[in-house]
């Protein structure tokens, strides 16, 4: 399921077609109601007020390795206060509770 504002980029045609073509459902938010899509409007903002306010970009290719090494320190090292004050790539790589029992059980048997 895919989540989003009523913007223009995303009620096209196009953006409609495919969804209906590969089965994928759509949920718009209500209008006036961006805290029904929290994370991403948090996301935009840090993206934003981060990375590209604080950067005139020379080139597209400039653009492209500077938001890519923004992303990257995002997702791997900044510590996140939702994830338990972990990085997403140190959550989604953690150990989860019994996961390590059930792979145990299923080798020895």
Same mark, same amino acid.
């Given at each position: 399921? +895919? +989540? ?8 096209? %045609?196009? +953006? @409609?077609?495919? $969804? #209906? ?9 209500? /209008?006036? =109601?961006? #805290? #029904?899509?929290? &994370?991403?409007?948090? &996301? ?6 981060? $990375? @590209?306010?604080? %950067? *005139?970009? /020379?080139?597209?290719?400039?653009? !492209? ?12 090292? !900044?510590?996140?206060?939702? *994830?338990?004050?972990?990085? /997403?790539?140190? &959550?989604?790589?953690?150990?989860? #509770?019994? %996961?390590?029992?059930?792979?145990? =059980?299923?080798?020895?048997?």
């Amino acid at each position: 399921m +895919v +989540v989003s504002d009523n913007g223009t980029e995303l009620t096209s %045609h196009a +953006v @409609l077609a495919w $969804c #209906q073509d590969t089965g994928v459902e759509w949920h718009y938010i209500a /209008p006036g =109601k961006p #805290q #029904q899509n929290g &994370f991403v409007e948090s &996301f935009n903002g840090r993206l934003r007020d981060e $990375c @590209l306010n604080e %950067h *005139l970009f /020379p080139s597209l290719a400039a653009a !492209r390795r500077i938001i890519e090494a923004w992303r990257t320190d995002y997702n791997t090292v !900044r510590p996140h206060s939702s *994830l338990g004050g972990m990085a /997403p790539a140190e &959550f989604t790589n953690r150990p989860r #509770q019994g %996961h390590m029992d059930t792979e145990a =059980k299923l080798s020895a048997a």
